[in-house]
């Protein structure tokens, strides 16, 4: 069965203090692993995809890595409006559809 | 610009009652969504739509009904056998086949009162 755990399930950060958000996953044959933003009371907001093991993709303080197994959020120097939900999902098989894994919460205090 | 709408922003169902939620696109996506989102657990799928007039279960889908006779709608009826309905729902659509990921709309948040 296809599942997608992320740790931890909630993160804590002072201003400038960077780290890492992991998303740990079994698919059949992955075809996209994919990183959202939500905040609260909103839809998520695209952030990454990665299709292959050894991708990267990085945006502002944001970088997204993939190996064969998981795949890390890198936050460097966050700041208070990198505050929000941090979403995984990957699709695989034959199907379109996208499986979640409960996100982290990540709080950047000033 | 181009995007998913969903409405109403909140909506409040009282016991025994059918209530639709919009959502509504201008992406020309082919694929669309219903998502239930419940605090502490992931996004789970309660139908999809590939084309249109045709859809299928997702994972929780008893309780709910839909609709696609246009490319660009995609209603979810929650019914009154939908025994725990509070929840966030999320509307999402996507280009198919190719992995592009969703884009999703901003969701509706159905309470029973």
């Known amino acids: 069965e296809d599942q997608v755990t992320q740790s931890p399930e909630a993160l804590r950060l002072q201003e400038g203090e960077s780290s890492s958000l992991n998303c740990s996953y079994t698919?059949?044959?992955?075809?996209?692993l994919f990183w959202y933003r939500q905040d609260p009371g909103k839809g998520p907001e695209f952030l990454f995809t990665l299709y292959s093991a050894g991708e990267e993709k990085e945006k502002e303080r944001l970088k997204a890595t993939l190996t064969k197994k998981e795949s890390f959020l890198h936050i460097t120097a966050p700041k208070p409006e990198d505050s929000a939900t941090y979403l995984c999902?990957?699709?695989?098989?034959?199907?379109?559809?996208?499986?979640f894994g409960t996100g982290t919460l990540l709080a950047v205090q000033p | 610009d181009g995007g998913i709408t969903q409405s109403p922003k909140y909506l409040f169902r009282k016991e025994g009652q059918n209530v639709t939620l919009s959502c509504e696109q201008n992406l020309n996506h082919d694929a669309m969504y219903w998502y239930r989102q419940d605090p502490g657990q992931g996004l789970r799928l309660i139908y999809y739509?590939?084309?249109?007039?045709?859809?299928q279960k997702g994972d929780i889908a008893e309780g709910y009904s839909v609709s696609r006779e246009k490319k660009e709608s995609f209603p979810l009826t929650v019914t009154s056998a939908q025994k725990n309905p509070t929840a966030f729902y999320l509307c999402a659509s996507s280009i198919t086949p190719k992995p592009y990921g969703y884009t999703f709309g901003s969701g509706t948040r159905l309470t029973v009162v």
């Open positions: 999902a990957v699709q695989g098989g034959a199907t379109n559809k996208l499986i």
């Open positions: 739509s590939q084309i249109v007039n045709d859809f």
């Open positions: 698919v059949s044959g992955l075809r996209g």
